[in-house]
């Protein structure tokens, strides 16, 4: 049985299988609608959620499953004192699989090791969220054709934002994949990433903060809200909230072919008037999420085996 912490719980062989089965789904809808009938996937959200958990409970359904779950620590017994540990003893005689959503770093993995069933972290504080990045892998590959020899521009908070972390250790291990870091710089990625996963792997990346100067460089633009409930004081994000705002007018400096992604929810650093531009592909994002999860399911559940070759 495995789990999925963080996206290099998976090789690039196994990430690359994933991406290829959600290609076959896009391509047939309804081809797994019956595969996993009798399955149950319990979402387990302690922290606000819209695309994650709607997603997964989606693509449970598209298989053929049922879900269950709650969307907030107030609805369960985490208001009443139970630990992660307890809950999950309990989840895994009630669901074959459960997706787990965490405001404190490290929740879903405690979960994971008290579980007899797989565990897919949901994002964990300001952590890691490994299925966002296999939905953004599922996007670019299959928007771009490639997932190598790209300039990934990541802008906003790199500080808090848990996709960004887990979108930068899995590009790193693809080839000729280049990084410009655009944030004020209180929001800089963490030092954890910049040491052991951008320079001890020899990755070209820069640190800016005028999004206008790197934008004409771009193959994709990764547009990030700024995380105001990691912040300590309301000031402080009040100040840096409107750090970045893409607009129709910036768009014009940005290479034709430019994907630009959002993990969503948007606040304000997009514009609704970049929507109707051909580049912006932040809803189709979302979308993609829906098929990159089926595939993951149908993997952990092991009711297509060879997926782990
Ligand atoms: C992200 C998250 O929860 O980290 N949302 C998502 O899952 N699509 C991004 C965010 O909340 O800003």
Redesign the pocket.
């Known amino acids: 049985m495995r789990h999925l912490m963080n996206a290099l719980d998976l090789s690039v062989s196994e990430i690359n299988n994933l991406i290829a089965l959600a290609e076959t789904i896009i391509e047939e809808p309804t081809r797994y609608s019956e595969i996993c009938k009798g399955k149950k996937l319990a979402t387990c959200f302690y922290e606000p959620?819209t695309?994650?958990r709607l997603s997964f409970e989606s693509a449970m359904l598209n298989l053929g499953g049922q879900v269950l779950g709650f969307s907030s620590a107030d609805s369960s017994s985490a208001s009443k004192g139970e630990s992660v540990s307890d809950t999950i003893r309990v989840i895994s005689s009630y669901a074959d699989i459960c997706a787990m959503r965490h405001p404190k770093e490290g929740a879903p993995l405690v979960a994971s090791m008290h579980s007899s069933i797989p565990v897919i972290n949901a994002?964990d504080g300001g952590h890691n969220?490994p299925t966002?990045t296999l939905t953004d892998l599922l996007t670019i590959k299959n928007m771009k054709g490639h997932l190598d020899n790209l300039t990934i521009g990541m802008c906003g908070d790199l500080k808090f934002?848990?996709?960004v972390h887990s979108l930068i250790e899995a590009m790193v291990r693809y080839s000729n994949v280049k990084f410009v870091l655009i944030s004020p710089d209180e929001l800089k990625i963490p030092d954890y990433l910049r040491k052991d996963t951008l320079d001890s792997n020899g990755i070209d990346y820069k640190e800016v903060n005028i999004l206008e100067d790197v934008l004409p460089e771009l193959d994709i633009l990764y547009m990030?809200?700024v995380?105001r409930e990691r912040f300590f004081n309301e000031e402080d994000y009040i100040r840096l909230k409107d750090s970045f705002i893409l607009d129709k007018r910036k768009m014009k400096l940005a290479p034709e072919d430019m994907l630009v992604l959002h993990?969503?929810?948007r606040v304000n650093e997009i514009s609704t008037d970049v929507d109707d531009d051909p580049r912006a592909a932040y809803f189709k994002q979302a979308q993609y999420g829906v098929y990159i999860r089926m595939a993951l399911i149908m993997t952990l559940l092991e009711v297509i085996p060879e997926c782990w070759k």
């Open positions: 959620s695309r994650t994002g969220h966002q934002g848990r996709t990030t809200r995380q993990p969503l929810p």
